[in-house]
């Protein structure tokens, strides 16, 4: 877009977001640093922008809402601040596509201008009923700060973009009762619909206990609290943007988020504000009585399965009709540092669109990029049947290592010096900082050193480990982003980790596919089964100057097959 095109929307996201005066009096879900603006990070923005994740001009984006299929378009919203580079003056802004590589921006859906909203849009998800007829919902912040829920409806359906949504006055259509908190009452989901009844979820909390509250409604316009809540959980804190959803127990299509039967099992994913993670249960849903009886072995709580280990919140799923698919968006949010914002300047991107399927074992969900993003591969290289031994390390050559596709597998002649298992080894990010990607083992480390400067003065290895436990073998992923960066100061860089529960016995195999972009490194180990994304922030390793390697730091040598790809911009990216 030209300089004045860009200028004039930044003029009308100005003069709105004046309307609205961000929270007064409401309990924060960001931490707002005030006083840092975008500009001030302008000399180093480009350092660290990606070149393929979705991502507006400038700005602060946090949580994806709503997305959906329309007409033949793909919608996506997200929470947006036009004014900065911090969380605040929160708007619903909104970008199309026709492939899901390549966004087109348009002006915000929806923005204070209501009493029901004057304080702030925040997140929320779409529902397209029968009749091709969406409805957003969302949380409005109102003149006295509560959170409560209200709909937006298409100003004209005709048009497949959707520019324009109309806010009908019968708003809000869920509040806080008497005794519900009305600050930890958001994020509503999309709605289902069985047996005549739509059903509609709100995340909550009370004391500590997190909250799915429930709704029901027949005509989709008077919505009513059913009595129970259809979840909730001690000691897990506001349970912020639910996901509730059907997967098929065969195959990997998606299920409509009303699908229901006996081939069919559903998921409750929940972000807790309180640690910043996200958890999912799998569970079985019975909608005569609407309870939700989460399965024996999936846990249910803190420590529950995450689709992503690493900086990823605030998801949220959608059925796409198209391609008989679930597709799953994550905020790839930042560390909670005012250095880290000030030296971006433009803050947030949105995880590649996910496809998300159940497990044949059934206890998990799988993950993979939607094929789509294959498209944008370019440059190509292969490495065959390599050999690497103790302390070996190859570069991966003639691909723009900064932003590119790897895709490897890591086969393992010889599980029998893999170190021993520590039952009390519980915690995978501890385990990880623990054992890190220099420290020698048996059956690994081994994997990729991305975004590396030449000598690694700074690298994220992103790697496997694996144990020998009592009747198992353990295998660990790693992310970590101790080594990512030399600046130390203000800047969040975890060992993010995972456990992947694969069956070497069966094939001494484990893959690992890693999406390198700038400062982002969004890895999917064993076929989709671990996946963690970390944002790092490289002073050396930029550009021309990043590398990528293959290494083993284990005692057993580990043979390597690895295709890389340089990866393409989109023509497109909200410009
Ligand atoms: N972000 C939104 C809230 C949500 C939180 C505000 C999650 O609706 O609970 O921007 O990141």
Redesign the pocket.
């Known amino acids: 877009m030209e300089v004045s095109k860009f200028l004039l929307i930044y003029l009308f996201f100005c003069y709105f977001c004046v309307l609205s005066n961000h929270n007064n009096g409401v309990e924060a879900?960001?931490k707002v640093y005030q006083g840092l603006k975008s500009k001030t990070a302008v000399k180093v923005k480009q350092l660290h922008r990606t070149g393929y994740h979705f991502q507006p001009p400038r700005n602060w984006i946090?949580?994806p809402n709503g997305p959906m299929y329309y007409k033949g378009i793909y919608h996506l919203f997200y929470?947006y601040n036009p004014k900065g580079a911090v969380?605040g003056n929160?708007v619903w802004a909104h970008s199309v596509s026709k492939d899901l590589i390549n966004w087109e921006a348009l002006e915000p859906a929806i923005y204070p201008s209501k009493p029901f909203d004057i304080k702030?849009c925040?997140?929320?998800s779409a529902t397209v009923l029968p009749g091709n007829k969406p409805v957003i919902f969302y949380?409005g912040i109102d003149p006295q700060g509560k959170?409560i829920q209200n709909y937006a409806i298409p100003s004209n359906s005709s048009d497949p973009y959707l520019r324009q949504w109309t806010k009908p006055t019968d708003n809000p259509i869920a509040v806080a009762g008497f005794k519900m908190n009305k600050t930890a009452f958001?994020?509503p989901t999309t709605a289902w619909k069985i047996d005549e009844h739509w059903r509609m979820l709100v995340?909550g909390r009370r004391n500590q206990r997190g909250i799915a509250h429930l709704y029901r409604s027949r005509d989709f316009k008077k919505w009513t609290k059913a009595q129970h809540p259809l979840h909730s959980v001690p000691n897990t804190g506001?349970w912020?943007?639910p996901d509730f959803y059907p997967v098929a127990l065969f195959g990997e299509a998606g299920q409509n988020t009303s699908a229901f039967g006996p081939n069919v099992k559903h998921v409750l994913k929940v972000?807790l504000?309180a640690t910043r993670f996200e958890y999912y249960t799998l569970g079985e849903y019975f909608p005569s009585r609407d309870k939700y009886v989460v399965d024996m072995d999936s846990i249910d709580g803190r420590d529950g399965l995450r689709y992503d280990y690493g900086n990823f919140?605030?998801s949220k799923s959608f059925f796409d009709p198209v391609k008989d698919r679930r597709i799953l968006w994550g905020?790839a949010?930042e560390s909670d540092t005012p250095q880290d914002d000030v030296s971006k300047g433009w803050a947030g991107i949105q995880t590649i669109p996910r496809k998300v399927w159940l497990d044949p074992n059934r206890k998990q969900l799988l993950q993979w990029p939607v094929e789509e993003i294959e498209t944008l591969r370019s440059q190509n290289v292969r490495l065959s049947e390599k050999k690497l031994k103790l302390g070996d390390r190859i570069e991966v050559e003639e691909i723009t290592a900064a932003q590119a596709d790897v895709d490897v597998t890591f086969s393992i002649p010889n599980l029998d010096k893999a170190e021993p298992f520590d039952p009390s080894w519980t915690n995978a990010q501890e385990l990880c900082s623990l054992k890190g990607s220099s420290v020698q083992g048996g059956v690994g480390p081994f994997g990729l050193l991305t975004l590396a400067s030449q000598k690694l003065e700074e690298y994220t290895p992103v790697f496997f480990r694996v144990f020998k436990a009592q009747y198992k073998h353990v295998v660990l992923l790693c992310s970590d982003a101790r080594s990512s960066s030399l600046r130390n100061i203000g800047l969040y860089k975890p060992s993010f980790a995972g456990f992947v529960d694969v069956d070497l016995s069966e094939k001494k195999q484990l893959s690992l596919r890693s999406l390198i972009d700038h400062s982002v490194v969004e890895s999917f180990g064993a076929g989709g089964k671990t996946c963690i994304t970390s944002r790092v922030y490289p002073t050396l390793a930029v550009f021309g100057d990043a590398h990528l390697f293959a290494f083993n730091n284990g005692t057993e040598t580990i043979i390597v097959d690895l295709n890389a790809w340089s990866m393409r911009k989109p023509n497109k990216m909200n410009n």
Do not use: F, L, P
Request: with cysteine.
């Open positions: 879900s960001h946090n949580d929470q969380w929160i702030g925040w997140s929320g949380t959170q958001r994020d995340g506001m912020e943007c972000s504000d919140y605030a905020w949010n």
